[in-house]
């Protein structure tokens, strides 16, 4: 039997955690377990969806869609659903959605992050950050009430910051998110490195002297390719790197500030990492537009310092 399922005192749900630990507002609680809701459909379809045909005719020659928009359609439909979301900013849409402007949240996302993973059975993962109010253009992620994001790996993760710490959840058999872990810390000082974007090397001395950096101080190098599973790790290991740079490809990096730094930002702050675009905090880096993108470095605060200092001086 799941043990799950019996009593016992030291089963938290994700429910259970928001109201009792967090004590978050009881609108911003259904919506965040609303979002979890639209997770466990990415979850199932992640499972179920052949891979490799995602996108064309599955065996029983129905149409499939590809993950990432049927993942985009979970988010809408729950977010709408909730009644709760003024406005959302999606990876998958060109520009702010407008659903009920007098609701009390806005909502960015990456409903499925590091997609094209999933043929490989590589870990993806979808990221979330939610403001108060009906605006997110103009808004700081300093300013989101929570951030989370959920880790598609051989077992799915919750992770959810909203103030009080860092805490880690696993969907359980029947379909709960309950809580792994508390408080998660990210320390000081970093032994694994994740280098984003490394092709941007040739064209960025900066970024080859980080990476020389790195190999010189022989840290464990840990990159996966998704942003979700290789921040994640840093959360769950306690400490490391991760970095996402621009070349001449993307002069900014690759990343978006509204729906993929930012969220981040939140979390790995909050369990005292810290989060750079080399001249500032992440966390004070206004978004401008939708599709927005940024330099990132995070992870361990010594060594956001010390890789931020080196393109200062680059
Ligand atoms: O959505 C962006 C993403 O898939 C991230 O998850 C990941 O960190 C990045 O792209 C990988 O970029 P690159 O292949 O350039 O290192
Ligand atoms: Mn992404």
Known sequence: MDSSLLPSQSRV???HHLYAHAKVPDGLRH???????????????IRTTEAGLAGTINQFGEEQLQLDVLSNEMFERHLEESRLVATFVSEEQENVVELNLKAPYSVVFDPLDGSSLVDANFAIG?????YSGNQVIGRKP????????????????????????????ILNDVGEFILLRENLGVGDDAKNYSPG??????????YRKAMNHWLDA???????????ADIHHILSKGQGIFTNIGGSKYPEGKLRL??????????VTQAGGAASDGAISIMDRPIETVDQRT????????????????????
Do not use: W
């Open 31 to 45: 919506l965040i377990l609303d979002i979890a809701r639209a997770t466990k459909y990415i979850h199932s379809a």
């Open 295 to 314: 330099p990132l470095i995070i992870g361990s605060k010594n060594e956001v310092e010390k890789v931020a200092g080196i393109l200062k001086n680059a």
């Open 197 to 206: 974007n490394l092709r941007a090397v040739t064209d960025t001395p900066f």
């Open 218 to 228: 022989k840290l464990t190098l840990r990159y996966s390719g998704c942003m979700v």
């Open 142 to 169: 300093r300013e989101q009430v929570t951030a989370l994001y959920v880790l598609y790996g051989p077992r799915t993760i919750l992770v959810y910051g909203a103030g009080n710490g860092v805490h880690e959840f």
């Open 126 to 130: 979808s990221i979330v950050g939610i």
């Open 258 to 267: 509204a729906f993929e730094c930012g969220p981040f930002a939140y979390l």
């Open 13 to 15: 749900s994700l429910n």
